[in-house]
């Protein structure tokens, strides 16, 4: 859909591990998102990236860092991994020219 | 820094009945307000947006208004069909160049047959 690819779609990782999720794209936008999803909370602001090697940080950074080293891949880790982190990762591209947003199918992790 | 509050957080309609959601926002630079609808395990999906130049827009059974002076902008979802049960979220965007997408807390509609 769109041309973005999340991976891996579910992971279980144990307390402390590192954690490292894909988006990748295809369509060569220059904005791209990492959201999380918790019930009572939506969608909450991650990290985002407005270009290569350029990023920053949204409302719930804390313990997560992403790296954009090329325009088709945003990388979101987690350093070390807390029960808190569980949850569903979703990454975004946009806005297009008409402001419209992607979304991928989503990253289920869960911490052990 | 930017909030967006939706009420309510679960409704639930009789099919063929109406149904609004609410939503307000806090940075009076945003310049544009998506709707999205999200199925259980499923990604979001956009369902309608508006601009800030526009205070209502309609597409079939959904339509959106905004009021940019009191900040806030709804979802009207008439005739509404037991298909139409999901998850909601109303989302705002800065004018900034960052295009943020700031969402709310989200609604869970459900349509009872």
């Known amino acids: 859909d769109a041309g973005i690819t999340q991976s891996p779609r579910h992971k279980v990782t144990e307390t402390g591990t590192p954690v490292t999720l894909r988006c990748h794209q295809t369509?060569?936008?220059?904005?791209m998102y990492w959201y999380r999803q918790d019930p009572g909370h939506g969608l909450r602001l991650i990290h985002y990236?407005?270009?290569?090697?350029?990023?920053d940080k949204g409302e719930v950074s804390d313990g997560y860092s992403v790296s954009r080293s090329k325009t088709e891949d945003f990388l979101l880790t987690l350093e070390s991994a807390t029960s808190s982190q569980t949850s569903v990762y979703f990454c975004?591209?946009?806005?297009?020219?008409?402001?419209?947003?992607?979304f991928g199918s989503g990253t289920r992790l869960t911490v052990v | 820094g930017e909030n967006v509050e939706q009420h309510p957080s679960t409704l639930s309609v009789q099919e063929g009945d109406s149904a609004v959601i609410k939503c307000t926002y806090s940075?009076?630079?945003?310049?544009?307000f998506p709707w999205y609808k999200q199925e259980l395990g499923k990604r979001p999906q956009l369902i309608i947006d508006?601009?800030?130049?526009?205070g209502e827009k309609k597409d079939q059974r959904i339509a959106v208004t905004l009021n940019k002076t009191a900040k806030h902008f709804s979802l009207h979802i008439t005739e509404t069909q037991p298909e139409d049960s999901a998850v909601y979220f109303c989302?705002?965007?800065?004018?900034?160049?960052?295009?943020?997408?700031?969402f709310g807390q989200g609604t869970t509609l459900q349509v009872k047959p």
């Open positions: 975004a591209l946009g806005p297009t020219g008409n402001y419209g947003y992607t």
């Open positions: 369509e060569n936008h220059r904005y």
């Open positions: 990236s407005y270009g290569v090697k350029d990023t």
């Open positions: 940075d009076s630079a945003s310049n544009y």
């Open positions: 508006i601009r800030s130049n526009v």
């Open positions: 989302a705002a965007v800065s004018s900034g160049n960052t295009g943020k997408l700031i």
